[in-house]
């Protein structure tokens, strides 16, 4: 289930913050007007959408905006839940038979791990399962890659654009150097654009394509899990012996609090009991 990732927003806010907190303190309210330069802006923006036009075709163009929304989600995968749900398919299939796991799919929304099981279930051999689920791993990797490339491309294309916006204040700056009295204001100018396009680059371009990145890894550990514990469904696995197995995935935080969780539920059963 995707929920809104709060840190993201939150990270840039305190970014853009941080560096208006720097301005005014350094210059007061005068300072920060100084740091708006409406041309500064025009050439870095239009420039950084002019260059991935170039670089990218109209299909790819169209799924920046898909790319974006997604930084703003959070992926929710609840492994200690995931590993209690293969235990529960291979008591059943080692108790009934492999074919009674179609019913204990209707309560399953993850769709890759559907597909794990019903490919089980056909007596496909471990090996192909394995290949088979591989490959799609594959190929949402390269699927997020390419959307990733966008925002990539972006975090290197502003800061090379804001130096051709210095480059161009800085031509100006020269052809009108028989008044000593416009180099300050002209240079200030003409550095604007560099601080726009870094600004860009390292607050909000490079921190979404490495959270991109961070959220696709994250992605594809989650499935390899279901992998072995679809196989270990597959082949007869004891599932006390499969759960063992899948809770080497688990950090040591994960694996204490699946431990007492347990215990509370061993307590609360045995009170039930008495």
């Known amino acids: 289930m995707n929920k809104r990732d709060f840190l993201t927003p939150i990270g840039i806010t305190i970014g ?48 920046t905006k898909n790319v974006i929304q ?3 989600k959070q992926n929710e995968h609840n492994l200690a839940e995931l590993i209690e749900l293969f235990e529960r398919l291979s008591e059943r299939a080692r108790r009934e038979g492999l074919l009674a796991l179609e019913n204990e799919l209707e309560e399953v929304d ?26 799609e791993i594959d190929a949402m990797e390269d699927r997020h890659y390419r959307g990733r490339l966008i925002i ?18 800085l031509i100006l700056m020269l052809q009108n150097l028989e008044d000593p009295t416009t180099l300050g204001p002209s ?17 909000v371009f490079t ?6 990145e961070t ?8 499935k390899q899990v279901i992998i072995e514990g679809v196989i270990g469904v597959q082949s007869g696995q004891n599932p006390r012996i499969l ?25 609360e059963e045995s009170f039930n009991e008495a």
Do not use: C, R
């Open 70 to 72: 997604e930084v703003f």
């Open 207 to 212: 921190p979404m394509a490495g959270k991109l």
């Open 152 to 169: 990539e491309k972006a975090g290197e294309y502003a800061p090379a654009w804001g130096m051709v916006g210095t480059l161009i204040g």
């Open 110 to 135: 993850d769709p890759y791990i559907k597909k794990g099981v019903l490919l089980a279930i056909d007596g496909i051999e471990p090996e192909v399962i394995n290949d088979i689920m591989n490959a």
């Open 187 to 203: 240079m200030a100018v003409a550095l604007l654009t560099t601080f726009y396009g870094t600004v860009l680059a390292n607050l």
């Open 16 to 63: 853009f913050l941080m560096i208006m907190f720097g301005i005014v303190s350094s210059g007061g309210m005068g300072g920060f007007v100084g740091f708006i330069q409406g041309s500064s802006v025009l050439i870095v923006l239009g420039g950084l959408v002019a260059a991935l036009l170039v670089n990218f075709n109209i299909k790819q163009i169209k799924t």
């Open 243 to 267: 759960k063992e197995k899948l809770s080497a995935f688990l950090s040591n935080k994960e694996k204490n609090k699946k431990e007492e969780l347990e215990e509370e539920n061993f307590t």
């Open 215 to 222: 959220k696709t890894n994250e992605e594809v550990f989650i």
